[in-house]
């Protein structure tokens, strides 16, 4: 796997930029990727140390539209927490 491929973006909610204080930052990851892959990417784009990486699976919502029933995609995500004094940059914008 490609390291563009295993970071697809962030979670940008509220919960998740309460943390960015205390350098632990939210992303949707891929499927496929586990926290080895996910860390090591995270340390190679963004070149910070990484203190640990936590996973979440979770599956897709089963939607309606009148009769027609469908389906949210599954997705993954990660919360990283970053070593003391690191911090991500590239959110702090927002």
Same mark, same amino acid.
């Given at each position: 796997m490609h390291l563009t491929e295993v970071? /697809? *973006?962030p979670v940008l909610t509220e919960k998740s930029f309460?943390?960015?204080a205390n350098g632990v930052y939210t992303f949707l990851v891929d499927r496929r990727a586990n926290k080895v892959q996910i /860390? *090591?990417?995270f340390e190679e784009i963004f070149e910070v140390k990484v203190e640990s990486v936590r996973t979440m699976n979770y599956d897709?919502?089963?939607k309606r539209m009148g009769?027609?029933?469908g389906k949210t995609n599954?997705?993954?995500k990660a919360i990283i927490t970053l070593k003391?004094?690191?911090t991500l940059d590239i959110?702090?914008?927002l």
């Open positions: 970071i /697809k *973006k309460l943390g960015h /860390k *090591k990417t897709g919502k089963e009769r027609f029933v599954n997705y993954k003391d004094g690191e959110l702090s914008d």
